[in-house]
């Protein structure tokens, strides 16, 4: 049976115990399922680098199992450079490995009509790739604000594709001392986002506009990404 895999990354740098709990969790499923599709809508972060690393691994450990790896295209990003051949290919994959290109729908809606909101837009392209996968390996911290654990909650709703959380556990609780530490709202809203509420839920428990809820998530979010910036240095 074909299992189409891909990746969910939250964060640029990755600790020694995600790379280690990645590369577990690949052989895993590699020693269960001879036909592996690795899918990718481009690869310039650690994670999905390391991902890739890894598949050449078991390509060389277990030549007799089928494991490709696809590259996910935008059509409207083919057609904003297509003026710039050297980015008509920019998945940062190296081309000898790649098995083959698959072409995304074309999506398009009020986000596209804005050249600084492409994004979102890349947003829409990478859940569309989640969709056709079976598995996604999530590089990702539950407690921290992100589009990421807001797409993971998404698709544990709809039970497929089945997605593997894959974090350090000991840096998850450093995370949640640190927000425990912050002082005022920022702290308070955090926790409340974390237990579930919503922006309006909480908004209206302080007396602000959900708006401003929002605004006080993203500078605490801006604390947590410095934490974790420094911590990984």
């Not at 837009?121 to 407690?143: F, L």
Request: proline share 3%; glycine share 4%.
């Amino acid at each position: 049976v074909l299992v189409k895999v891909c990746f969910l990354n939250s964060f640029f740098r990755i600790e020694k115990v995600v790379v280690d709990r990645l590369r577990e969790e690949m052989i895993k499923l590699a020693e269960s399922d001879s036909q592996l599709e690795f899918w990718f809508f481009g690869s310039h972060d650690e994670f999905t680098k390391k991902a890739i690393q890894f598949i050449g691994e078991l390509r060389s450990a277990l030549s007799k199992s089928q494991i490709d790896i696809i590259v996910v295209q935008d059509p409207i990003k083919l057609e904003r450079y297509a003026e710039d051949k050297s980015n008509l290919d920019s998945s940062g994959i190296p081309k000898g490995i790649i098995s083959r290109y698959v072409m995304a729908p074309r999506i398009e809606g009020k986000v596209e009509l804005r050249e600084n909101r492409f994004v979102e837009h890349c947003r829409k392209v990478e859940r569309w790739m989640m969709e056709q996968c079976d598995i996604v390996y999530a590089y990702h911290y539950d407690n921290v604000p992100h589009p990421a654990n807001t797409e993971i909650k998404r698709l544990r709703k709809k039970n497929k594709p089945k997605v593997i959380s894959i974090y350090d556990p000991e840096f998850r609780d450093k995370i949640d001392l640190f927000i425990a530490g912050m002082e005022d709202r920022d702290g308070y809203v955090l926790q409340s986002l974390k237990a579930g509420k919503t922006y309006r839920e909480i908004g209206e428990e302080l007396g602000l506009t959900i708006n401003r809820v929002q605004q006080i998530a993203n500078r605490a979010t801006r604390k947590i990404m410095n934490y974790i910036r420094c911590e990984n240095k």
